[in-house]
């Protein structure tokens, strides 16, 4: 297909899994990001066009804009806390009259669900039906999807959920927890994205989009809790202050307070489909139920389906939470060839040892034959040890992944990845439940010495060999 698609937004979320199912549909890409290097690490970043900039600017934007068919207008600013409202509709108006002025042909546009009557609805809900009116007071036919939970692995709203299901045994929360949602997989989303793309006539229309079942907001926990095995009840209380609960989300979640702020001011109103519309003009996107679709991100639970966000950040040592994992990250440069350090992480353990504490190694590994089993892991696929590790994936020269075979509250590996002369390392631990929590944050100083210390040593004996 000849059209060249423009997605805006594209180091966020639904962006991430919106440009790989374009690209398998053959749309030539266009991608517009703030900055570009925060795309660093994505897997399709080769196969798209970039555009560095800002849909307030006036410059990049036209350049961005320029030849394309069908722009996604995929971008919120809640991030920016107090006074984001203002700036989403100046962006908005600034973008509709651009796309106008380079005869942009269509703009999809991906909103919130809720009812702009409501007196309860949240000034962020409010805002993105806001922004896509002033996207419609353009000339550009615009699509517009409003919807609420997003039911995948990466989405806000369900890492919020994961995060604090996985980490309290009681989950206390204000009363708005009993409204209702519908629940819509990430898969779907993308679906409609897609289809509004390909059928015509949906131009120029709302659609409300959401899952097959109407659930309270506490009975997505509660399913999260069921499914991942893990006992969980529920306490409500009126009158829990809005910042004392984004303050907290922020605390133990991905999601940045300001961020969990907004969200959590929707839990005032109900947001569930009252116009479907949706289905009978796009018959072709089958839906997927909330469980299905938590499912499905808890079998993905491996570094390989990971968005590897944290390689943008322009940073050589972090720590971040993300997709149902604590990740720690560095990275070194090495004065080694990529063969002379591939020998030396395919030595590791054994007879030789580890490089940096191993004492340390050894001794988790004998602490381990104490400890009480934990439950299958669901990953299941067989390969060659490295001590207590199982090789999950090796491409020679390149590429280390190991999968830990220790008891643990969770599941751990350690990834190491040789770019020329630069050597990453990430360890990936997925906590189940409050223990694995615990035992993360206990061992975390030792986790951070060991860590950094483990890669300088691979390198400074890759450098000697």
């Given amino acids: 297909m000849n059209e060249l698609i423009l997605v805006t937004g594209a180091n966020g979320y639904i962006a991430s899994r919106l440009i790989p199912r374009l690209l398998e549909r053959r749309y030539r890409v266009r991608v517009l990001a703030r900055q570009a290097h925060s795309l660093a690490g994505r897997g399709w970043l080769s196969k798209v066009e970039v555009v560095e900039g800002d849909v307030t600017e006036t410059e990049n934007l036209s350049a961005a804009l320029k030849g394309v068919h069908t722009a996604y207008y995929l971008i919120h600013n809640m991030s920016l806390g107090r ?24 703009i999809i546009y991906l909103g919130g669900l809720a ?171 089958k839906l997927i139920s909330y469980e299905e679709a938590t499912r499905e991100a808890l079998a993905d639970l491996s570094p390989t389906n990971v968005e590897r966000v944290w390689e943008g950040l322009q940073r050589e040592v972090t720590n971040f939470r993300h997709e149902g994992f604590f990740i720690s990250w560095c990275r070194v440069e090495v004065n080694a060839s990529p063969e002379k350090i591939f020998r030396v992480l395919t030595s590791l353990g054994g007879r030789k040892g580890w490089p940096y504490a191993n004492w340390l190694w050894q001794l988790r590994g004998w602490i381990d034959r104490f400890l009480p089993h934990p439950s299958p892991s669901p990953i299941g696929r067989s390969g060659d040890y490295i001590d207590y590790y199982r090789i999950e994936s090796l491409e020679p020269n390149h590429l280390l992944l190991l999968h830990s075979e220790l008891r643990a509250p969770g599941e751990g590996w350690m990834e190491w990845q040789i770019d020329d002369h630069m050597l990453t390392q990430t360890a990936f631990f997925a906590p189940r439940g409050f223990s694995g929590f615990l035992y993360w944050y206990l061992l975390y100083p030792v986790h951070t010495l060991v860590f950094r210390g483990l890669i300088k040593a691979i390198a400074k004996r890759s450098e000697v060999q």
Avoid at 149 to 166: H, K, L, N, P, Q
Avoid at 178 to 193: E, G, H, T
């Fill in 83 to 106: 006074g984001y409202t203002r700036i989403e509709t100046a962006a908005a108006r600034n973008f509709a009259s651009i796309a106008q002025e380079k005869s942009v042909e269509h």
């Fill in 115 to 285: 009812d702009p009557q409501d007196k309860h609805i949240a000034p962020h809900m409010l805002s993105r039906i806001e922004t896509g009116e002033v996207l419609r007071n353009g000339k550009v036919p615009v699509t517009e999807f409003r919807a609420g939970v997003i039911a995948g692995s990466g989405s806000i709203s369900f890492e919020m959920i994961r995060f604090m299901t996985e980490l309290f045994p009681i989950v206390i929360g204000p009363g708005w927890l009993r409204n209702k949602s519908q629940p819509i997989a990430i898969q779907n989303v993308v679906d409609y994205l897609v289809a509004a793309l390909e059928n015509p006539n949906g131009r120029g229309r709302i659609f409300e989009i959401g899952g097959p079942h109407v659930m309270k907001y506490s009975d997505s926990m509660l399913t999260y809790a069921r499914i991942r095995g893990l006992k969980r009840g529920l306490i409500t209380f009126p009158g829990i202050p809005v910042s004392l609960m984004a303050r907290i989300v922020g605390w133990m979640t991905p999601v940045p307070r300001p961020i969990a702020y907004a969200l959590i001011e929707g839990l005032a109103a109900d947001s569930i489909v009252q116009h479907d519309e949706a289905r009978r003009v796009f018959p072709n996107v």
